[in-house]
């Protein structure tokens, strides 16, 4: 299991791309979320669109699915060795094909549906892939809206957007070896989003074990990284890099 991050920064980076991750494992790949920069992140890593086997989305917000339409129709021009599979949380599909349908919908050749595009499965609580499960886990990102990290034990749990779940980060903690979670890393607090400060109040064992994400620009200075690096156990999360 290889995990490169297409894009690490917030839904305002510029420079970062947004949160997206490329999981490389048993000849296939998926995505975690697919917002438009990381066809960026995949063209430095040499890969085209049509390469993307597996999409996971986790919630509904721009920065994370706003590279899907794009993903559908290069598909549909430049077919690759399979149709995209799109495992969509139950509640999300009608509201995402409203959000793709307006690109997708009418063409040249008549009305296309969404699973003309995606090989669309909806998922509610865990889904497999290659023999491999990923379990959905309802996160605390904005009150009422949707939204899921997925746990792929033994190797990680990515967390999505989320306000930091402490007892959930606690009982998972020894089961993966990885914890990919979203930090906003600024002053003030957010209230859909974690801060730094609410991180560190986890045991240092399992601070060890986290590499942060979805973090603002600031942090690509590398003078601010290293001295973030040399003072905390998390490793802030680099674009590219593929993580075993
Ligand atoms: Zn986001
Ligand atoms: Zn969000």
Not at 6 to 25: R, V, Y
Request: aromatic share 12%; hydrophobic share 35%.
């Amino acid at each position: 299991m290889k995990v490169t991050f297409l894009g690490c920064g917030d839904g305002f980076s510029i420079e970062q791309g947004h949160n997206s991750a490329l999981l490389t494992f048993a000849d296939t790949n998926l995505c975690i979320d697919f917002p438009e920069s990381s066809h960026f992140g995949l063209h430095q890593l040499g890969m085209k669109l049509n390469q993307i086997e597996h999409i996971f989305i986790t919630h509904l917000h721009e920065d994370h699915v706003n590279g899907l339409q794009k993903l559908a129709l290069y598909h549909r021009v430049y077919p690759g060795r399979v149709k995209p599979k799109l495992y969509v949380p139950t509640g999300l599909k009608d509201d995402l094909w409203q959000i793709l349908r307006h690109g997708l919908e009418l063409t040249t050749r008549g009305k296309r549906v969404f699973e003309d595009y995606f090989d669309v499965e909806c998922v509610e609580n865990k889904f497999t892939v290659e023999g491999l499960t990923f379990e959905l886990v309802p996160t605390l990102h904005v009150p009422d809206m949707l939204s899921y990290g997925l746990l792929c034990k033994p190797y990680f749990y990515f967390s999505g957007d989320t306000r930091l779940d402490e007892n959930y980060i606690r009982s998972i903690a020894d089961e993966v070896k990885t914890i990919y979670h979203e930090c906003h890393m600024q002053d003030d607090q957010l209230p859909s989003h974690t801060s730094l400060e609410e991180l560190l109040t986890l045991p240092e064992s399992i601070q060890a074990k986290v590499i942060l994400m979805h973090y603002v620009d600031d942090y690509l200075e590398l003078k601010l990284r290293e001295k973030f690096h040399q003072q905390y156990k998390f490793r802030l999360a680099k674009p590219l890099l593929g993580y075993s």
